[in-house]
């Protein structure tokens, strides 16, 4: 069993729509990762958390917000997406950001129509 | 900036075979840590062992062990009596030892354990 809960595991939506990702880990660890995967390909890191601060966005498309309410939780708000946005959405967390392995979710499987 | 390469775009083994899995990295970096991750099917991304660079010594983690060479800049994954549920896809990363660093991920080498 994974121990950063994503939800939901699946997802559709039209290029109109808003909705959430989430992400929750209770191991204490005061580091959050958004990575976006397409298939065959390696993780691609969007957004970095650290101490509840933002500390790395990679140059993220403003249709994708991220937002971590507490040091548990990490939510991706999705806006007027594009199909090629469509992909697995990774929620990763580790104790710190650097030296530390990070602990991934099981995603979420994101197709915008 | 670092790249990690992974010369491998597919493997296959026979049960109860071993096999090994390359990957080559570049950094100006005198320390880092560099990990294994798999990736099955099921899409979790599982952390299968780590190396410091600092460490002379391999890593081992059960059946899975790797062969770290610091100046060749080389950290292969070697799968020993290798099982189904070995099948996935298996990812070489590196990370700088320093703060607010993210990781980079070779492209992947995707195994298949043959019955």
């Known amino acids: 069993d994974t121990e950063v809960t994503q939800t939901p595991k699946h997802l559709v939506m039209g290029m109109t729509n808003k909705k959430s990702l989430k992400c929750e880990q209770h191991?204490?660890?005061?580091?959050m990762y958004w990575y976006k995967q397409k298939a065959k390909k390696p993780p691609e890191l969007m957004f970095v958390y650290s101490y509840e601060k933002l500390s790395i966005n990679e140059s993220v498309p403003s249709r994708f917000s991220p937002e971590c309410p507490n040091s548990s939780l990490l939510n991706l708000h999705l806006h007027a997406l594009q199909p090629e946005d469509s992909a697995l959405y990774l929620c990763a967390s580790s104790q710190e950001t650097y030296n530390q392995p990070q602990h991934f979710g099981d995603g979420t499987r994101l197709s915008i129509l | 900036a670092q790249t990690v390469t992974q010369s491998q775009p597919e493997m296959s083994v026979q049960e109860a075979e071993t096999v090994t899995l390359s990957c080559t990295y570049d950094t100006s970096e005198s320390n880092y840590y560099l990990f294994w991750y798999k990736q099955p099917p099921s899409r979790q991304m599982i952390l299968v062992i780590r190396q410091e660079a600092y460490k002379q010594q391999n890593a081992t983690e059960n059946r899975f062990s790797v062969n770290f060479q610091k100046a060749a800049k080389s950290f292969s994954l070697k799968i020993s009596d290798s099982q189904l549920g070995d099948t996935a896809m298996y990812f070489c990363?590196?990370?700088?030892?320093?703060?607010?660093?993210?990781?980079?991920f070779g492209k992947g080498t995707r195994l298949s354990v043959i019955a």
């Open positions: 191991m204490g660890h005061r580091a």
């Open positions: 990363a590196f990370m700088k030892d320093s703060g607010n660093t993210p990781l980079v």
